[in-house]
């Protein structure tokens, strides 16, 4: 299940932080540093799935 969701985060980060946390305080950090660029979302998102 680990893939499908590195997957689905390189497609859309916010998305696949949704997916691993729900609606906490890493989704919100996410969308912000996804609406700043998308690396910084994209890093983040993989860090939060790698960390759980």
Same mark, same amino acid.
């Given at each position: 299940m680990d893939i499908v969701r590195i997957i689905i985060t390189i497609l &859309?980060?916010?998305l696949g932080v949704? =997916?691993?946390v729900g609606l906490g305080?890493?989704?919100?950090?996410n969308?912000?540093?996804t &609406?700043?660029?998308y690396f910084p979302? =994209?890093?983040h998102a993989?860090?939060?799935i790698a960390k759980k």
């Amino acid at each position: 299940m680990d893939i499908v969701r590195i997957i689905i985060t390189i497609l &859309l980060p916010p998305l696949g932080v949704f =997916l691993q946390v729900g609606l906490g305080k890493h989704f919100w950090i996410n969308i912000i540093l996804t &609406l700043l660029g998308y690396f910084p979302g =994209l890093v983040h998102a993989i860090w939060v799935i790698a960390k759980k």
